[in-house]
Every structure is written in structure tokens, then in C-alpha cells.
């Protein structure tokens, strides 16, 4: 189980990454009684076969990571989803990429903590990929939308400290303003 939303949202990213993906689209769409979460990309996709074993904690293809006898992503999604009376899915295609699709009941007693979505941002943010990750997040009425290969044009380096700091400034600032 994860300790908070956020650090499933962070390992379903990651496995993304992991995945290839060269865009990666993670939307979060929060309202009082429901939590709404897709992240879909275009990396590798799995095969119907794959996509049936990686529901289960207890198999991992090895290639990921090569001593690690589980997989725990995808497991941990549908336990969270099933005990907080939510749902999930996930659909894949090989060589096309994956979505992976979330609702969960924001007044269930069982729901985790949501967490820190700055932090879960910022280390996606400037994760060691090529890729581009768009972020579109929204409570209520109020959104914004944040590109990874638009702040790269901005700022440059996305690790470098002057650029972290004034991206989680940027960050902090859009999820006080929707947060409100």
C-alpha cells in the first residue's frame, strides 16, 4: 500500500517513464466527493497476456528490475480503488503505449492521504528522461496545465537550483491558487 495518493500517482509516472514513453499525459481532477486520475503514454504497451500478469503482486517480467520477484504498481492501484469503493482500469497495446485510469471516493473513511503534489511534481518534473510529461490538474472549477518541455524552454536545466527553486515557487503557486 502507499502512504499517500501522490506516491501512487509518482510509481504509475515512473512505470511510464520506465515504459519508454516519450509523452506522457497525467491529468488530476479533484472535487469535493470524487478523485479522477488517467495517466496515459506512449511507451512500449504490453501485450493482453502481460497486461493480465502485471495485475498480479506476485509477477514481474525481470526486465525492469532484474532482482525484484514482484510487482507491486498496478496491485497496489486496484486494492486502493477496491477498498475506497472506487475503480480502475488500465488498457495497453504493444508498441502504442498505456493508459491507466482512476476514480476514488474522496469521502470514503479508507481513501489515503492525497500528499504533497508539489513535491510528486517536481520529482517527476526533473526525473532523468527525454521525455515530455504534461501535467493537467484541476479542484473544482479551477485548473492549470504545466509541460515539462515548455519549463525545459523557460527555465533550462530543470535540475539546476535556481531552476528548482523557482519551479516549486511555480508549482506551489498554481495549487494554492486552485486549492484557494
Request: proline fraction near 2%; charged fraction near 25%; include cysteine.
Amino acid at each position: 500500500m502507499h502512504a499517500t495518493i501522490c506516491d501512487l500517482i509518482t510509481d504509475l509516472v515512473q512505470n511510464s517513464i520506465e515504459a519508454n514513453a516519450k509523452e506522457i499525459t497525467l491529468n488530476v481532477e479533484e472535487t469535493k466527493t470524487n478523485l479522477k486520475v488517467v495517466i496515459a503514454d506512449n511507451g512500449k504497451g504490453m501485450s493482453a497476456e502481460t497486461l493480465e500478469k502485471a495485475k498480479d503482486p506476485f509477477w514481474s517480467d525481470g526486465l525492469k528490475h532484474k532482482h525484484r520477484k514482484v510487482g507491486l504498481g498496478l496491485p497496489f492501484l486496484f486494492q486502493t480503488s477496491e477498498m475506497t469503493g472506487g475503480n480502475a482500469q488500465i488498457e495497453s497495446e504493444e508498441s502504442v503505449g498505456t493508459t491507466v485510469a482512476f476514480n476514488l471516493d474522496q469521502t470514503n473513511v479508507d481513501l489515503p492521504m492525497f500528499g504533497n503534489f508539489t513535491t510528486a511534481m517536481i520529482t517527476l518534473l526533473t526525473y532523468g528522461f527525454d521525455g515530455n510529461l504534461k501535467i493537467e490538474r484541476s479542484v473544482d472549477s479551477k485548473s492549470y496545465t504545466v509541460s515539462k518541455q515548455e519549463l525545459q524552454e523557460a527555465l533550462g536545466d530543470l535540475n539546476d537550483l535556481e531552476s528548482l527553486t523557482l519551479l516549486k515557487q511555480f508549482i506551489e503557486t498554481n495549487e494554492e491558487e486552485i486549492n484557494g
